[in-house]
């Protein structure tokens, strides 16, 4: 077979462009709610490396495990609780400004944190934080769910794989500088950060590129009719994929939280030390799922989502039986830092790869089930549910690992095998062979 010339290509793309004339806008909104959607969890998952250094009394509030989890959780909490009425508010008046308005509210909060002279202060910035990161969820969703009306398994990856790999800069870059500048530093440039996604944010709302979507799908209905709506949509595909949800997440966000600690307790590191290993085996974690939401995405589209969600559960699974048993470990060290190829790392990976692989998957599962009309109102119920909710995970871990901290990951493995089992029940939704 020869390869078609430049004159053919040429041809073949303006067929395309014909066939969908927006696609460039399509692209746009899709990348920028990914930059969005990666901020929103940069800010959150900063915390996570810095929580020894924070926790210590030399720079930080001198608090104990217990209090520094249960600040974690506050946070997660308040993450979770603004999505609700901000995903009522995305279907009213459209999903950027809702973006624009959490982002404003996160660059305040990280104000309040870098200046907070003590725990009050700081505590009010944590809940500010929590806040302003919720308002994305359930607007970038809905957004990429209305501009993409088919096929949507494979953009709703992109959307999760970009938003991973932003995330990726994350636990070591604020764990590094912490260590070497202390933990206000590393806040001070994710603010740098927010401020230019916020100017790009006001330059799409003023070009109105999402009226060419939103107003096409979404019609005007009343209050009534609305709430008819929103509870005939509670099918049993819904209640099991939120419960699916909710116990993942359980999982990810007590793990997550758990890393760092994990790291200086069984390799005797410093708080320090701690902070910098644990940002670099977190951000690993997070290179495994960005992977994973493309493989996940496109899985969905081709097969259906119930075979994808339990092939990636039961690879997590594995990976925190794999990460609380330290079967192996292999003693190196980086810039004579010590440091370990150990089961904690290379479990994390794999918990990555199987946590994020079914991400777009829930998400294509809520898109093709809800109407469009108060689909940002699902994903905000859904965030919520699974991650206000998931604070549960950290309020536990602030008791549990009081005594032990490896006794946390029988609790993270319950979780996990809770989810496998909602999975065996649930119906198979799409699965075609995508074209893009």
């Known amino acids: 077979m020869t390869e078609p010339n430049d004159s053919e290509k040429r041809r073949t793309q303006s067929e395309t462009d014909k066939k969908d004339p927006l696609k460039s806008e399509r692209k746009l909104l899709l990348y920028f709610t990914s930059s969005a959607h990666a901020y929103t969890h940069i800010v959150i998952l ?20 217990r209090d520094t989890f249960l600040f974690a959780a506050v946070t997660l909490f308040f993450f979770g609780l603004g999505a609700v009425p901000m995903g ?23 104000i309040v944190l870098i200046t907070a002279p003590n725990i009050i202060m700081f505590s009010a910035g944590l809940v500010l934080l929590g806040l302003g990161s919720s308002f994305y969820h359930p607007a970038g969703l809905s957004l990429v769910s209305q501009i993409y009306t088919k096929n949507r398994g494979l953009p709703m990856g992109i959307h ?64 009534s009719d609305m709430k008819t709506q929103f509870i005939r949509s509670f099918t049993r595909i819904i209640i099991l994929a939120l419960l699916f949800a909710l116990l993942f997440e359980l999982a990810y966000r007590g793990t997550n939280q ?35 939401q493309l ?94 909710l998931a604070s549960i995970a950290l309020f536990a871990l602030a008791f549990i690992s009081e005594a032990t901290i490896n006794s946390g990951f029988y609790l993270m493995i319950t979780f996990a095998l809770g989810a496998l089992i909602v999975v065996m029940f649930m119906d198979d939704v799409g699965g075609q062979k995508a074209e893009y």
């Open 160 to 223: 999760g794989s970009l938003g991973n790999i932003g995330e990726l800069c994350t636990p070591i870059l604020s764990g590094i500088i912490g260590a070497m500048f202390g933990w206000r530093s590393a806040y001070l440039l994710w603010l740098m950060v927010g401020l230019v996604i916020l100017v790009i944010n006001l330059v799409l709302i003023n070009k109105g590129i999402q009226d060419k979507f939103i107003s096409i799908t979404r019609t005007t209905k009343n209050s």
């Open 88 to 110: 009522y508010v995305s279907d009213r008046v459209g999903p950027l400004k809702v973006i624009c308005a959490g982002l404003i509210v996160i660059i305040t909060s990280i």
């Open 46 to 65: 900063a915390i996570v490396p810095l929580l020894p250094l924070i926790q210590s009394a030399d720079g930080g509030f001198n608090l104990s495990w």
């Open 295 to 388: 493989i996940g995405g496109r899985l969905s589209d081709r097969y259906g989502t119930k075979l994808p969600l339990f092939g990636f559960t039961s690879i997590s699974i594995i990976a925190l039986i794999l990460m609380k048993s330290q079967v192996f470990d292999i003693p190196v060290s980086v810039n004579g830092t010590p440091f370990a190829i150990d089961s904690l790392l290379v479990g994390a990976v794999m918990f990555g790869f199987g946590l994020f692989g079914t991400q777009p998957i829930i998400n294509t599962i809520l898109a093709e089930t809800t109407p469009s009309e108060i689909r940002g109102l699902f994903y905000g119920l859904t965030f919520f549910i699974k991650v206000g």
């Open 258 to 292: 758990l890393i760092p600690f994990t790291a200086k307790a069984f390799q005797g590191l410093s708080a320090a030390e701690a902070a910098g290993i644990g940002g670099i085996i977190v951000t690993l974690l997070m290179l495994g799922g960005a992977f994973a």
